[in-house]
């Protein structure tokens, strides 16, 4: 069974940083893509950033330069490093594992 668990979110003043967490179980955690999306209500969920196995990533043009995925292969954890936040970052964040595999989300939001 797959599971993925995120934590990390909370609520933080726009310009500070949060760093999230995906721990993966049930899946060959270093031959998968992982990525993270975010949701806000009314909304599509959107991608903010995908990690592939040989660690090539790719960013949503709205974070780049402020956010960083990465992973720990032995943790079997991915992680998204989210800096210089913005009012408009404040979402659901969800982490995936391709092809289908969600966990259950971690508010983010960014607020004075």
């Known amino acids: 069974q797959v599971q993925l668990v995120e934590s990390g979110g909370g609520l933080v003043a726009p310009g500070e940083s949060l760093r999230l967490s995906c721990a993966a179980s049930?899946?060959?955690?270093?031959?998968?893509?992982m990525g993270w999306y975010r949701q806000v209500p009314g909304k599509e969920r959107e991608l903010v950033a995908r990690i592939f196995a040989d660690r090539t990533t790719n960013y949503a043009d709205s974070v780049k330069g402020r956010f960083t995925i990465s992973r720990d292969n032995a943790k079997n954890t991915v992680y998204l490093q989210m800096s210089s936040l913005r009012p408009e970052d404040t979402a659901v964040y969800y982490c995936?594992?391709?092809?289908?595999?969600w966990g259950q989300g971690t508010q983010v939001t960014v607020s004075s």
């Open positions: 995936n594992a391709l092809p289908n595999y």
């Open positions: 049930g899946i060959v955690f270093s031959f998968r893509a």
